[in-house]
């Protein structure tokens, strides 16, 4: 009931943000390019079938993606569609639980008869779609799995996400420890799917680059306190620290360091903790952040200012705040609207709907996305990957406005991305 | 007696007429997926109903019995790529002997006791899996499904057809115990275990039965996921929610014969499919909260019981009711 | 891999953590150990008083002073919960357990979706000023200050309880309707009365207890799920109902984990610990400290 009248406002809402939309759109150019958009998105609508997790472990990320592809939505439909159809999303809640995809999707595809689709966000309830889109020959765009295709290769599968195998995940953190002189790693990874890929990519990189591993340790989901096991590695003396972390320990793991200390000797500390993303983690953590280096996907600094990013992330931000979801929203929403832009560009260029006809331009073409131009590789993963390597710096507890300037997270990796220097060691650069 | 075993056994054909029907007819595979659900739901709160609502042993691990169920399908898929048939089998054997491990202790423990054991030994197994790396560990394992048996024209519409089966299965199962001298024997070892034991109903030996029957059905239940979802990983294989509902369920229709597990089954399952695909938010979660809450205080005895007392003549002001409600339908 | 030093430092975080855990239970060590609810839903009201804590956080509150100002209200809510409960089940007699589970299992479920409607799916942490700082024990040994304030908290709590159950008046009633309720009713005592109240004050001190929570750590709205496994485990380990033994499992539960974690590696932690459960129970079922 109350969620009735709660969509119910929200779809007036976005109604009236439409019309203004339309009405400024139309003040601004012409009252009849208006006005011939509007009969063109007479059509049926292009529907667009996904899940996304709105409950469960993945919630808080999977709620703040859907508005960045609502956004999409409401801003293909204000320029009155594609091809002069509307778009329509289908959403259903996965509740982070892989046991429900395979219903939802055969109920998008034979009931509800989408047009395209969209995976849902993260690997494990994307893992159990793969076969049933393979075998029956359609596009599937990726929300930010891992290695889903691995096994299936299904050749119209395209991910977005700034990643494409183990490696690419951890190499800026690993080389920029070794640059720095560091013979040890020591390596906390959640005994998880996604920490785990992420773990074993870093473990093969650094036995490669000839560091020691002097401390390995997998711990289980919803461990209470890692004091212990902070002290533990602060034993090992190790020179480089690779975390891979889910939200719920993350906030743990950084308090632990903080109060226990990790050593002098460590020059880097982090690498893959998933949640130091998300603001409220951010906000709730405060100065505690300075000096991790973590990776991400997006940051608000200058040299990834896409065009139309900055438009996005304000409007954004203001819808984010109604629907109490991350109101940073750097992670995950801009890539779903990317993900919508993609769609966009291959529908429009290919003036088709069919799956093969877009998969190949998708596979083809490079895209101009507001997290920068896309093209795939062989895989279906980005052709170059783009997991930046960001340190915090200068962070005051209790606000939330400060991640929104430059210079709060800067990147240290890729080279044509960078922004500042690395401080280290550790303990020394969070003074 | 006779008589409710023939139309059982109708009910039955019925089923199963319906269910070629709908093989031969419907090309929506969505139909299958769903229904696939519901009745492994059937078959996970039959099975729980065997031990809870007939011998009053509470199982809250049931979500274990029916994980390890399907590791045990995926590890003879994996190493010995035997058909799914096989898998099933194997996999109900696997978890019937834990099912006997379950029984040995209920030796000892009994009530909430017996309940907390049962969630010690969920959370240990689940902890043993997540650190087995031949079976994906807790990254899960991706798995090919092989082509269909020949009869069939899709391998979702085989796996609909083999739970069917086994949905039927359990129900004859549970049927066959309720109405036989172990289902006897395990009522009374639920309203008096000594009073039972000290007239010489051979408990030990019912509570053995009952626990390795119960977690051999869970388990055959758990035995086909890897091949439905193409994928397992422990976190939602072992998800609390399997565990919940087996108990749900058969409170819900009423625990006291097997009729009730199939009721509150395929109610509370076909509500959560219908819910997940329509509404599709938190209030997943908050309707089988609240269809808990209403059942249990509205409908102690659960739907069975209300539709008994519903149809049971009232004692007080009954003869002129009765006679003006049997006049008017006459 | 082994030193002496990591083991005093595996034995000190044990019973840091350990007190925690007998805090987090102890609630349910009256409710559900004294009063024989079964009371799953205790693990949820856990989470909403650490999110209440969070909520009152946002006005400048500190979260221990949160818990305590939370207290009276969820004292309410525990007398207000037991009534119906009572209503339902315990006056109706037969079959109680199984379906007083079903009940609370659909509270908790409510709790759950009312915490995601009311705050959405976020963790939440809180700060304070005892959080984000160590302090240095002999042997050069740095412990986060949290834990220290959740070690004396959950004490105070523990020792409190045991002194009002053992010295009080109403205490030694709440003990004895859990032993022989017709005697107590001979006395001259209604024992649905010390019932809801007992019920109300072990509802009041999951409130604390969830304050605790957060200060340990972060919360989210579905964090209950986790702890139902845990705090079931230390009470029943302690023996149903004692307070003391509740106190000694909780410190048994936390340096066992510590211990396996620092030298077996932490993945074993939860079996190691449900395994000593499993254990306890077959050797004794009564609990380590049982009547």
């Known amino acids: 009931m109350r969620h009735a009248q709660m969509a119910s406002s929200r779809g007036s809402v976005s109604i009236a943000r439409r019309t203004l939309v339309a009405a400024a759109w139309a003040v601004a150019t012409a009252v009849t390019v208006a006005f011939s958009a509007g009969v063109a998105a007479q059509g049926a609508p292009i529907k667009i079938g996904h899940s996304m997790a709105q409950t469960g472990p993945l919630g808080g990320g999977g709620k703040a993606a859907l508005l960045g592809l609502q956004i999409w939505r409401d801003d293909v439909n204000a320029r009155g569609g594609i091809l002069g159809r509307k778009v329509e999303l289908i959403t259903y809640d996965d509740q982070s639980n892989p046991a429900t995809t395979p219903g939802i999707y055969t109920k998008l595809l034979d009931v509800d008869k989408v047009d395209l689709l969209i995976a849902p966000y993260a690997t494990n309830p994307t893992a159990p779609i793969m076969p049933l889109v393979k075998q029956r020959g359609l596009l599937l765009m990726g929300n930010f799995s891992f290695e889903v295709n691995e096994n299936i290769q299904h050749d119209m599968w395209f991910n977005n996400a700034p990643w494409n195998d183990a490696v690419s995940w951890s190499q800026g953190f690993v080389e920029m420890g070794k640059k720095r002189g560091a013979k040890t790693i020591a390596f906390l990874a959640a005994d998880g799917e996604f920490s785990q890929n992420l773990a074993t990519g870093a473990r093969n990189l650094s036995k490669h680059q000839g560091l020691t591993t002097v401390y390995d340790q997998k711990y289980p989901p919803n461990t209470a306190d890692f004091s212990a096991m902070i002290r533990a590695l602060k034993a090992a003396k190790p020179d480089i620290v690779f975390v891979a972390s889910y939200p719920g320990e993350s906030a743990g793991i950084v308090r632990a360091v903080n109060e226990i200390g990790v050593g002098e000797q460590v020059k880097i500390f982090g690498g893959g903790m998933v949640g130091l993303q998300f603001a409220p983690l951010m906000e709730g953590l405060g100065s505690q952040l300075n000096g991790i280096v973590n990776y991400n996907a997006y940051v608000p600094e200058k040299s990834m200012e896409y065009p139309g990013i900055k438009d996005f992330l304000t409007r954004y931000a203001v819808r984010a705040k109604a629907e109490k979801v991350d109101p940073l929203g750097y992670y995950l929403p801009p890539f779903n609207y990317a993900i919508g832009q993609i769609l966009e560009a291959a529908i429009t260029a290919t003036k088709s709907l069919d799956q093969k006809v877009l998969a190949k331009y998708i596979r083809e073409n490079e895209h101009k996305t507001i997290v920068g131009p896309i093209s795939y590789g062989r895989t279906g993963e980005w052709k170059i990957g783009r997991v930046i390597m960001t340190q915090f710096t200068g962070i005051k507890d209790k606000d939330i406005e400060q991640f929104r300037q430059p210079g709060k997270q800067v990147i240290l990796y890729p080279e044509n991305l960078k922004t500042g220097e690395l401080k280290f060691p550790f303990e020394k650069s969070r003074k | ?83 799914l048939g096989v898998q099933i089998v194997v996999a109900a054997c696997f978890t019937g002997l834990l099912g006997l491990g379950i029984g040995l202790i209920s030796l000892r423990l009994r009530g909430i006791f017996f309940s907390i054991a049962t969630v010690a030994i969920a959370i240990i197994f689940e902890t043993v899996i997540t650190n087995w790396d031949f079976v994906g560990g807790a990254k899960g394992l991706q798995v090919l499904r092989p082509e269909p048996m020949v009869p069939f024209t899709s391998y979702t519409k085989m796996l609909f057809f083999v739970m069917l089966l086994m949905a039927l299965g359990a129900v004859a199962i549970a049927r066959y115990i309720e109405n036989s001298w172990i289902g006897r024997g395990l009522r009374a070892i639920r309203d008096n275990e000594e009073a039972a034991e000290c007239v010489g109903v051979p408990t030990l030996k019912l509570k053995l039965i009952a626990t390795v029957i119960s977690g051999a059905l869970m388990g055959a239940a758990g035995a086909p996921l890897p091949m439905y979802l193409s994928f397992i990983e422990p976190v939602s294989a072992f998800s609390m929610n399997y565990s919940v509902s087996a108990l749900a369920m058969p409170i819900i229709g009423g625990t006291s014969s097997w009729l009730g597990p199939v009721i509150g089954a395929v109610l509370l399952g076909t509500v959560q499919q219908v819910v997940t695909v329509t509404i599709s938010s938190e209030l997943n979660v908050l309707i089988v909260g609240v269809l808990l809450v209403f059942f249990v205080v509205v409908a102690p005895e659960g739907i069975l019981g209300l539709v008994r007392k519903l149809r049971a003549p009232k004692v007080q002001p009954t003869g002129q009711t009765r006679g003006q409600t049997s006049a008017q339908t006459k | 891999m082994f030193s002496w030093d990591l083991l005093y430092g595996a034995l000190v975080f044990g019973l840091l953590l350990g007190c925690f855990y007998a805090a987090v239970s102890i609630g349910l060590s009256l409710s559900f150990g004294l009063l024989d609810v079964p009371h799953i839903a205790h693990p949820a009201f856990l989470v909403a008083g650490a999110y209440g804590t969070w909520w009152l956080g946002g006005f400048g509150w500190d979260p221990i002073l949160a818990g305590l100002a939370l207290a009276p209200v969820f004292f309410v809510l525990g007398v207000v919960m037991y009534r119906v409960y009572y209503a339902m089940f315990e006056s109706r007699g037969s079959d109680a357990g199984l379906r007083g589970l079903a009940f609370f299992f659909g509270i908790a479920f409510i709790i759950e979706v009312a915490l995601i409607l009311a705050v959405g799916v976020d963790q939440r942490l809180v700060e304070a000023s005892y959080i984000g700082k160590s302090i240095e024990l002999p042997g050069d040994l740095r412990v986060p200050l949290r834990l220290v304030v959740a070690f004396g908290a959950a004490l105070l709590l523990t020792i409190g309880l045991m002194l009002y159950l053992g010295k009080t008046f109403m205490g030694r009633a709440i003990k004895a309707v859990a032993q022989d309720q017709i005697a107590l009713a001979l006395m001259g005592a209604d024992p649905v009365k010390v019932k809801q109240w007992a019920f109300g004050i072990a509802t009041a001190v999951t409130a604390i207890a969830g304050a605790l929570l957060i200060i340990v750590g972060p919360v989210d709205p579905q964090l209950g799920r986790v702890y139902i496994g845990r705090t079931f485990c230390v009470v029943v380990l302690a023996g149903l109902g004692s307070m003391s033994g509740t106190l000694a499992a909780g410190l048994i539960l936390g340096v066992a984990e510590s211990i396996v974690l620092t030298f077996f590696g932490a993945s074993w932690a939860p079996a190691v610990a449900f395994g000593l459960l499993l254990i306890v129970l077959g050797v004794r079922p009564q609990g380590l400290f049982g009547r």
Do not use: D, R
């Open chain 2, 1 to 83: 007696m006779h008589q409710g075993h023939k139309h059982f056994l109708i009910g039955c054909a019925i089923v199963l007429a319906l269910a070629f029907a709908l093989m031969a007819t419907v090309t929506n595979e969505y139909v299958f997926f769903a229904t696939y659900v519901v009745l492994q739901f059937v078959v996970l709160a039959t099975a729980w109903n065997i031990l809870g609502g007939y011998a009053g042993y509470v199982n809250f691990g049931s979500s274990a019995f029916f994980a390890l169920g399907g590791y045990a399908a995926l590890v003879i898929f994996k190493w010995l790529a035997l058909p």
